[in-house]
């Protein structure tokens, strides 16, 4: 248990997808205009990342080591095309904002990154932890991101059609954070944020 913990925690500080590794920054950027859409692709990327782990450590004795990766993208593929169907489906809405970012989940590089460091050489159980720490923690970012550009940069947050949070009459967005060069300018100041909570410990364990 404790080992899978510490996997599954490794995701959400550490490791972080985003704020440590930097992979998956396209997207990112991309999608966290909307507090709506990031939630969905959160979702979406923590069920790929948990169900393709699984799988591909499940099967890892079986697949060999010179096709492997391609053998990652099926599988990856499989499971992203479950997502792109189901909200196709029942969240059109959704889908039309997410657009072409649900499909190039297929080769986001926290995906098959994860199946190539991780998954291929884990146990399932750990596998599984890592796919879960993983997803939560880019999730928590790109959410965390959209809330700011959103609420700021447009005054309010929708949710399903319903504004939920609305600023006060007469505020005025900046719209720059709607835009790509202020949603890059703000993720830099939450990494910057993000690894300085990472480094309080090492620098009190030095004081």
Not at 17 to 36: F, H, N
Not at 66 to 84: G, K
């Amino acid at each position: 248990m404790k080992e899978w913990l510490k996997v599954f925690r490794a995701g959400l500080s550490i490791d972080n997808p985003l704020t440590v590794l930097m992979i998956g920054l396209c997207a990112t950027l991309a999608v966290s205009s909307q507090v709506e859409g990031s939630l969905f692709m959160g979702i979406a990327v923590i069920f790929v990342l948990v169900m393709s782990n699984a799988l591909i450590s499940v099967l890892r004795k079986l697949i060999p080591s010179q096709v492997r990766i391609p053998i990652f993208i099926v599988i990856i593929a499989s499971f992203v095309t479950v997502v792109d169907l189901f909200l196709k489906a029942f969240f059109p809405p959704i889908y039309a904002v997410l657009g072409i970012w649900i499909p190039l989940i297929v080769v986001n590089c926290i995906i098959l990154g994860r199946a190539e460091a991780f998954a291929y050489h884990n146990r399932v159980w750990l596998s599984i932890a890592d796919g879960l720490g993983m997803g939560i923690g880019f999730s928590l970012v790109l959410v965390g991101l959209a809330f700011i550009r959103e609420f700021f940069g447009s005054g309010k947050i929708e949710l399903l059609g319903a504004t939920v949070l609305k600023m006060p009459t007469g505020y005025a967005p900046p719209t720059i954070l709607m835009m790509f060069p202020g949603a890059f300018i703000l993720f830099g100041f939450v990494v910057a944020f993000v690894r300085w909570l990472n480094e309080r410990p090492t620098n009190r364990k030095a004081a």
